[in-house]
Structure formats: structure tokens, C-alpha cells
């Protein structure tokens, strides 16, 4: 029996944490998922304030999430990359060992290189 350690490193200070919370942003079209400590999500919050402070909170999501993400807030599903709905998820590891990109373990996160592979791969045996 094998067991599997993930190591979280905080997207800021680049160290290992134990306790994060994943943070989606983007900018100019292009998405970022962060995993910030407690005290690193303080430092984006007040860096960001300046920016969004009186802004419109109100934005379509559509225009901020992927495709992905905008299907399972349709539905309902939860967030982050362990809710992968599961023919997506065997879509994409499919995917990643046809290609030779690595192996996408059963359980647990997928790398967002592998996600972003498969979209840009036009979504491979994947049903629209």
C-alpha cells in the first residue's frame, strides 16, 4: 500500500504550508490560482484594496472562471481542483498519459499544466 503526501507551498513566500485557502484571480484573461497562507492572503487583500475598493462586485462570473468552473457553479458543484466532475477528470488523465505529460494520481488535485493541456488540446474525449 503506498500513501501519498501532498506538499501545499504558499504561492507568495514559495514555502511549504499546512494551512491555506485556494484563491482564483484573474487579470487581462488570464487565470491564476493561488494558494495563500493566512497571513499571505492578508498581504493580497491589502494590496488589492486600493484597486477594488467601491468597485463593482457584482460582475458576471462567466468572464472570470473557466469553462470548467463555470459548469460546476452551474450545477451546483463545489469548488477547486479535488471537485473535478469525474468524466472530466478520466478525460484529462487519459489525456496526460496518451501524451506522456505525467500521470493524474485517482485522488486528489490535478496539476493546472495538465488541465491547461487538455483545454488547449480542444478537450479530447470529452463530450460537449
Request: charged share 30%; no cysteine; proline share 5%.
Amino acid at each position: 500500500m503506498k500513501d501519498t503526501i501532498t506538499v501545499v507551498k504558499d504561492s507568495l513566500t514559495k514555502k511549504e504550508v499546512s494551512e491555506y485557502s485556494e484563491h482564483y484571480l484573474a487579470i487581462d484573461g488570464i487565470g491564476y490560482s493561488l494558494q495563500l497562507s493566512p497571513d499571505s492572503l492578508r498581504k493580497l487583500t491589502t494590496a488589492l484594496e486600493p484597486f477594488v475598493n467601491g468597485e463593482d462586485t457584482s460582475v458576471e462570473p462567466s468572464r472570470y472562471y473557466s469553462p470548467m468552473r463555470r459548469a460546476r457553479a452551474a450545477k451546483g458543484e463545489g469548488e477547486g481542483a479535488n471537485s473535478l466532475p469525474p468524466e472530466y477528470r478520466a478525460a484529462v488523465a487519459a489525456f496526460v498519459e496518451e501524451k506522456g505529460l505525467g500521470k493524474v494520481a485517482k485522488g486528489g488535485s490535478v496539476r493546472k499544466a495538465f488541465i491547461d493541456a487538455f483545454e488547449a488540446a480542444g478537450r479530447p474525449g470529452l463530450a460537449s
